[in-house]
C-alpha cells in the first residue's frame, strides 16, 4: 500500500495515457475492375450511377391520370343582358359529361344607366319649356335609356334637327329638377353631379370650335403660335408697371365708367376713353410705297424694308446709329410679327431716333461755338520764344551730318519750357555733355 492507494488515485502517471479501445481493422477496398487509378482516388470508391435505378416493374405500370373527363361541346346559351331571350352557341368546357351551369360570363360587363322617368303631374308641374314638347321630350328619354347616354347615336336617331348641345342641354335640365322635385329639401341633392354642376350648352359648343381648331392646325401655324405667344410676353415684362402705375390705372379705369377721362403715370400708360364700343384705331398707311398699295397680297416681312427704303432720308452711317439705337432698346430689327400696326409703330420708332440724332448733332455744334466765344485770350498758351543757346547745331565730323542736325530738333523741343512755367526736365544721362560756347 502506498500513497496512491490511500489517496484513490489510479497507478498510472497520466489518465491518458491508458490504453485506448481498440477498433475493429477496416477491411481494405478492392479498386472495381475498368476504373483508372486516379478516378477511383478522386471519387474515392463512391460513383455515380450511369442510369437511374428503376424497377423494371414501375415501367410497366400505366400512369395515374386524374378521374375528370373533359371535353369541349358546341352548346348554346343565353345571356341576362339580353331581354329578348336570344339563343346563341358557343364551345363550352365539359367535366364528365356536365355542361356548367350560370349566367354567361361576359354578362356582368353589361352596365346600364338609370335614366330618371316622370309622370305626366311632374311634367306639367315642374318640366314644360317653351322650346320642347312632350312628345320630343319623351322620345328624347327614351333614346337616353336605349343608347345609354350616347348622344351622338341619339343625334342620329331622333327626327328633329337637334344639336348634340342641345340634347345634352334638355336631358340635364329634366333630370336636375326631378332630382331637387322628388328631394325632401334641396341639402339632400346638394352635392349630385348634375345638381352641383350644371350643364353649360354655350361653353360645350365654344370648347368643341376651339377644340377643332387647335386640331386643324399645321405645324406652321403652331410654331406662329409659339412665336406669337413669346413676343407678346416679352411686352408685356417689358410694359410691366411698377406698384403705383397699377394703382393709377385701376384708378383711371374706374373713372371710365363715369364718362371721365382717365390718366396714367409714365409712357406705358396711354389715355383710356369713355367710349367701349369705339372702333379700333388704324394705323396711319401714308408710309406704305404705292406698288405695295396696288397689290393685294403681299409679305410684310419683305414690304417692310420697301417701306424703309422709301421712308428713310439719312445717310449709310446714320443708319448705323440707328441701328444700334434700336439694339440697345432691345427691339428687334425686323419685327418677328410684321402687322401692319407693328410695321406703322416701328417706322415711327425709327423716325424718332433720326430726329433724336439730328438734335444731338445740333447741340454738339452750339455747344462747340459757344466754347470758342466765351474763351479768353489770357488763357491762350504762350508760346516760347527760340534763342541761340538752345539750339545746338554742330556740323563736325562728331555731330555726325544732318543726323546731328535732327538731333539738335529733338533737344530743343525737350529744353523748351512748359506751358505753366514748368522747368524743362534734365537731359537723360545716355546723351554725351554740352557744350558751351565762350559767350556762355
Given amino acids: 500500500m502506498d500513497a496512491k492507494d490511500i489517496l484513490g488515485l489510479p497507478k498510472s502517471a497520466f489518465p491518458g495515457s491508458q490504453e485506448k479501445k481498440s477498433r475493429p481493422p477496416k477491411e481494405p477496398q478492392r479498386k472495381p475492375d475498368g476504373v483508372s487509378r486516379e478516378v477511383y482516388a478522386l471519387t474515392g470508391g463512391v460513383l455515380p450511377p450511369l442510369m437511374p435505378n428503376l424497377e423494371p416493374s414501375h415501367l410497366k405500370k400505366r400512369p395515374t391520370v386524374g378521374k375528370e373527363k373533359i371535353t369541349w361541346q358546341w352548346l348554346p346559351f343565353t345571356s341576362s343582358a339580353r331581354t329578348d331571350n336570344l339563343q346563341l352557341y358557343h364551345w363550352v368546357r365539359v367535366v364528365n359529361g356536365v355542361p356548367p351551369a350560370g349566367d354567361y360570363a361576359f354578362a356582368k360587363y353589361n352596365k346600364s344607366v338609370d335614366v330618371l322617368k316622370y309622370t305626366d303631374e311632374e311634367y306639367e308641374k315642374h318640366l314644360t319649356d317653351n322650346a320642347w314638347s312632350k312628345e320630343e321630350t319623351d322620345q328624347l328619354f327614351e333614346l337616353c335609356e336605349k343608347f345609354d347616354l350616347r348622344f351622338i347615336v341619339i343625334a342620329d336617331r331622333i327626327p328633329s334637327d337637334r344639336t348634340v348641345e342641345e340634347l345634352k342641354s334638355r336631358y340635364y335640365s329634366v333630370t336636375r329638377k326631378l332630382l331637387i322635385a322628388r328631394a325632401a329639401s334641396p341639402e339632400d341633392v346638394a352635392n349630385h353631379p348634375i345638381v352641383k354642376e350644371q350643364f353649360n350648352a354655350k361653353h360645350e359648343t365654344e370648347r368643341k370650335r376651339a377644340l377643332s381648331a387647335?386640331?386643324?392646325?399645321?405645324?406652321?401655324?403652331?410654331?406662329?403660335?409659339?412665336?406669337?405667344?413669346?413676343?407678346?410676353?416679352?411686352?408685356?415684362?417689358?410694359?410691366?408697371?411698377s406698384k403705383a402705375a397699377d394703382e393709377v390705372e385701376l384708378q383711371g379705369h374706374s373713372e371710365v365708367g363715369s364718362g371721365e377721362k382717365a390718366t396714367g403715370v409714365g409712357e406705358d400708360v396711354f389715355p383710356v376713353t369713355a367710349s367701349i364700343d369705339a372702333p379700333p384705331v388704324i394705323p396711319d398707311t401714308s408710309s406704305i410705297p404705292a406698288n405695295l398699295r396696288m397689290q393685294k397680297v403681299y409679305l410684310r416681312s419683305n414690304a417692310l424694308d420697301q417701306m424703309?427704303?422709301?421712308?428713310?432720308?439719312?445717310s449709310g452711317r446714320t443708319n448705323i446709329h440707328i441701328e444700334q439705337m434700336i439694339q440697345d432698346l432691345s427691339v428687334n430689327l425686323k419685327p418677328k410679327v410684321p402687322t401692319k400696326a407693328v410695321c406703322a409703330e416701328h417706322l415711327e420708332l425709327r423716325k424718332e431716333i433720326l430726329t433724336l440724332l439730328n438734335l444731338q448733332k445740333q447741340m454738339q455744334k452750339l455747344t462747340e461755338a459757344t466754347g470758342s466765344r466765351e474763351r479768353p485770350h489770357s488763357e491762350a498758351p504762350a508760346t516760347p520764344k527760340r534763342s541761340n543757346r538752345d539750339v545746338?547745331?554742330?556740323f563736325g565730323s562728331d555731330a555726325g551730318g544732318f543726323g546731328g542736325e535732327r538731333t539738335g530738333k529733338r533737344d530743343q523741343k525737350r529744353k523748351a519750357p512748359g506751358r505753366f512755367g514748368e522747368p524743362p526736365p534734365s537731359p537723360p544721362q545716355s546723351k554725351r555733355p554740352r557744350k558751351y560756347k565762350a559767350s556762355d
Fill in 308 to 314: 424703309l427704303q422709301a421712308v428713310s432720308t439719312a
Fill in 214 to 241: 387647335v386640331l386643324s392646325q399645321t405645324k406652321l401655324q403652331e410654331r406662329k403660335d409659339s412665336e406669337i405667344l413669346a413676343e407678346a410676353k416679352r411686352i408685356m415684362e417689358s410694359r410691366t408697371p
Fill in 392 to 394: 545746338d547745331r554742330p
